[in-house]
């Protein structure tokens, strides 16, 4: 079965960075089929929100508005692996980070995500960043 393991996790300073790994196991090319992948977040008393998503087979990527510009979501199709670079970090980051991806998908298009369209999660890394 399809597991996804998160790490690259840990606690900075504002104006900080951190790259998060999504790797995948159990499907061999996982991250080469068509699907949308990528990371939710959710802070303590918050719904999860999608962060940043890339279709796997385009590179067509959603940014939620408040991490434009300092996130960059990319994936490695040789090693399975979905990465977030995560820079100038703000406090408001804080979180339990979540990889995530849909099963199989015919658009290219890369709405903005709602998790209830996401089959397999990973068991989520936090990120704490203090001012």
């Known amino acids: 079965q399809v597991q996804l393991v998160e790490s690259g996790g840990g606690s900075v300073q504002a104006g900080g960075s951190l790259r998060l790994s999504c790797a995948t196991s159990g499907y061999t090319g996982f991250t080469s089929t068509s699907r949308r992948m990528g990371w939710f977040r959710q802070a303590p008393g918050k719904e999860r929100e999608g962060v940043a998503i890339?279709?796997?087979?385009?590179?067509?990527?959603y940014y939620v508005d408040s991490v434009k510009g300092r996130f960059t979501i990319s994936q490695d199709n040789a090693k399975n692996t979905v990465y977030l670079q995560m820079t100038s970090l703000k406090p408001e980051d804080t979180g339990m980070y979540y990889c995530?991806?849909?099963?199989?998908?015919?658009?290219?298009?890369?709405?903005?995500?709602?998790?209830?369209?996401?089959?397999?999660w990973g068991q989520g890394t936090q990120v704490t960043v203090s001012s």
């Open positions: 890339i279709h796997t087979r385009t590179g067509n990527t």
């Open positions: 995530a991806a849909t099963r199989l998908v015919y658009s290219d298009i890369v709405p903005p995500p709602s998790p209830d369209q996401y089959t397999y």
